[in-house]
């Protein structure tokens, strides 16, 4: 077996240590939701579907930093899983909206269930005053 090197100055290059932080917490949320058969994408739309009814494509794509095309493939994935339907808004017949069905909602349950587990687990690494810091400082990344 080869002997284990250490990164050296490659350790200080911020890019690089938020990468390994997002593959660890990615890992452990592949981990938990691997009996589901669910991505954090697809969980992501179940969740939108499921607190806004009769959300379109254009809408799922915006809400979620997405391009249209990764929406439509998920979407597809859930539908053929019988896990979200689409169908007219009636708001605009012209709209197609989508919609959790009854297996849906049921995942959708157990994937609210299985992130509490998961937030927990990456929670319990940070103080509450650690985690505010944590959370504003993400949101000068990405928002």
Do not use: C, N, Y
């Not at 938020?18 to 981990?31: T, Y």
């Not at 799922?60 to 339907?85: C, Q």
């Not at 940070?126 to 990405?142: C, S």
Request: hydrophobic share 50%; no cysteine.
């Amino acid at each position: 077996m080869p002997a284990e090197i250490g990164l050296g100055a490659l350790d200080t290059i911020l890019g690089l240590r938020i990468r390994r932080a997002h593959g660890a917490v990615q890992r452990h949320f592949a981990d938990h939701f691997a009996a589901l058969g669910l991505t954090q994408k697809q969980v992501s739309v179940l969740w939108l579907a499921g607190d806004h009814s009769d959300l379109a494509q254009t809408d799922l794509a915006a809400a979620l930093d997405m391009d249209r095309a990764t929406t439509m493939t998920i979407v597809h994935a859930l539908e053929k899983r019988g896990l979200l339907a689409r169908a007219p808004s009636p708001g605009d017949r012209r709209r197609i909206a989508f919609r959790l069905t009854a297996q849906g909602h049921a995942a959708l349950a157990a994937a609210r269930s299985a992130i509490a587990e998961h937030e927990a687990w990456l929670t319990a690494r940070f103080t509450a005053d650690e985690r505010a810091t944590l959370e504003e400082l993400l949101a000068r990344i990405h928002g």
